[in-house]
């Protein structure tokens, strides 16, 4: 098969959720010896931005983007490995420590951004749900973060991202991090009362925010 | 036996209530807590609350078992007290409900997703929405209320599990986004697949809650109603949360243009309504007003 059309099928599958096919063509694509890097770019990364844009447009939800994040999951399952082996790392966009905040249990946003932003190409430490404040910063400093990314379900928990940030100032880190926050309460406004570095919406337009904020490498 | 819910429903509007976890946390709930724990800890608080939204004119109270199924309760380690929880819901609500007013037995979605984007089955969230269903009817609910449903299939496992579980009506609403394309869930269910599944599967009423303000809720109302004869419920926001520099939360949108839009959603098709987040007996009260005019 032609490396392009390898491309081209590999970005339907990832478009159309199918874990198995995004991986057995990794395995053909390593079998063949391609540029397993140019197999992410050209093939894979095509594939989760027009997942993104099929979600803007209000054709796809939630289920789509699971199972096109899974199968994106599926695929550099297989090619890490391989990678690895020849001393080459996948292009990441950053490191992100995420999870809900203190007091909050909901973490199904929470889990669609993780899922999103690792299928963007970001090194993702979910922390789960209902974490404390210390343990975001600790596992920020511990895998040298990029970005905090906080999640809050309820008004009254929300007021925690805001106690994070100045958490981060009193221990002069907060130049280290980016923080982002999300969630059904939280707006811009809200970012920047809670002094966050960025909000988004959902969890497409999080990858992207993030992207936008990501170190330049 | 004595005029129902449904019977109501055919003379008029019925008036439900408005927000409970708001309500509760300005009595104290701390950050964290089980809201339904307080049905055993503090359960004068939550009667006094049920007090206030009859008080206000409401027809109908919902108990404070929103996340009383024993998979959302796990997340604060009660599991094991799902039974008590709900009953103790239930119980209290009955012993304040006036004659000829209602208990509706709230049920809210698990947090979690049925296979393949999570790890439940159907079988499991139809016996968890069950035994919610057995101890709310216990308790003394009059009908059951499955809220704020994202996904269909979750919505019709509670409908079934309830149904198995209890002889009361069953009444669900589902929570709808606004894209370009028209009003689906967060899992895509359209309105039209929504309401004929639920209608199909034996739901009593149907309708929508929160996600949408009371504006934006009239025209999903006219949407649901081109779909279904059942009784429509709708229970709007008040708009989105705006955190104040005093660090109180309000909503944007205020009360007066909240139920500026309640008889636009009456004449829309919706026979139920009521509140959701944002909402008070505040609300509620000048809900009654508006309806009491509309029928005077």
Redesign the interface.
């Known amino acids: 098969m032609k490396k392009e059309d390898l491309y081209l099928q590999m970005k339907k599958a990832i478009v159309e959720g199918d874990g198995a096919g995004a991986g057995r063509l990794a395995g053909e694509a390593v079998k063949a010896g391609l540029d397993l890097l140019e197999v992410i770019e050209k093939g894979y990364v095509p594939g989760i931005q027009k997942v993104g844009e099929l979600w803007e ?8 983007l ?2 096109s994040a899974e199968a994106m999951k599926a695929a550099m399952a297989v090619l890490n490995p391989e990678l690895q082996r020849s001393r080459l790392q996948a292009r990441t966009a950053g490191k992100v420590v995420i999870g809900t905040i ?7 946003g929470k889990n669609l951004v993780s899922s999103m932003l690792q299928a963007g190409g970001f090194e993702v430490f979910d922390l789960g ?2 974490v404390k404040l210390e343990r975001f910063i600790e596992k920020a400093e511990s895998v040298g973060a990029d970005f905090i990314c906080l999640s809050a379900l ?7 991202q805001k106690r994070l940030v100045a958490l981060l100032r009193e221990r002069n880190l907060r130049d280290r991090y980016k923080v982002l926050v999300g969630g059904a ?1 939280a ?1 811009q ?2 970012a920047d ?1 809670a002094g966050a570095d960025g909000y988004a919406e959902n969890a497409v337009a999080a990858v992207k925010l993030a992207k936008s904020l990501a170190p330049k490498r | 036996m004595s005029r129902s819910i449904l019977d109501l429903v055919r003379q008029r509007t019925v008036l439900l209530d408005g927000a409970m ?2 309500e509760l ?1 300005a009595r104290g709930l701390p ?2 807590t089980c809201p339904e724990s307080w049905n055993v800890e503090k359960p004068a608080v939550v009667e006094e609350i049920h007090r206030r939204y009859f008080e206000a004119g409401s027809d109908v109270v919902s108990t404070n078992s929103f996340g009383g199924s024993r998979i959302k309760l796990a ?2 380690g009660l599991e094991g007290r799902t039974a008590e929880l709900n009953l103790a819901a239930a119980r209290l609500a009955r012993v304040v409900t006036p004659a000829g007013r209602y208990v509706a037995g709230s049920m809210g979605p698990t ?1 979690k ?1 049925l296979k ?2 999570g790890e439940f089955a159907e079988g499991e969230f139809e016996a968890v929405f069950a035994e919610q269903a057995r101890a709310l009817a216990d308790g003394g609910a009059d009908v059951l209320l499955i809220e704020t449903q994202y996904d269909l299939r979750e919505a019709l496992c509670a409908l079934r599990g309830a149904r198995r579980s209890s002889p009361l009506s069953v009444f669900v609403t589902m929570t709808f986004n606004a ?4 009003y ?5 269910d359209t309105v039209a697949r929504c309401m004929q599944e639920l209608e199909k599967e034996g739901a009593r009423a149907v309708g929508a809650n929160c996600t949408l303000n009371s504006e934006q809720m009239t025209g999903l109302v006219k949407a649901m109603r081109q779909e279904t004869r059942l009784p429509l419920i709708a229970q709007a926001n008040a708009g ?4 104040g ?1 005093d ?1 109180r ?1 309000s909503y944007s949108q205020g009360l007066e243009d909240y139920v500026r839009f309640v008889p636009d959603l009456i004449r829309a098709g919706a026979n139920i309504v009521g509140g959701c987040c944002g909402t008070s007996p505040a609300y509620i009260r000048a809900m009654a007003e508006s309806i009491s005019r509309r029928t005077a």
Request: aromatic share 8%.
């Open positions: 447009q209000g054709e796809y939800f939630l289920p789509e699971i199972s203190e007091g909050d249990i909901h973490d199904i749900a209902d309820l008004t009254t928990t929300m007021v925690n309460p707006s406004r809200w009362e | 976890g708001t946390m950050q964290g997340g604060h947090g997703f393949p984007q894209v370009p394309r028209g689906f869930t967060l899992m895509g989105q949360p705006v955190l520099s660090g939360v």
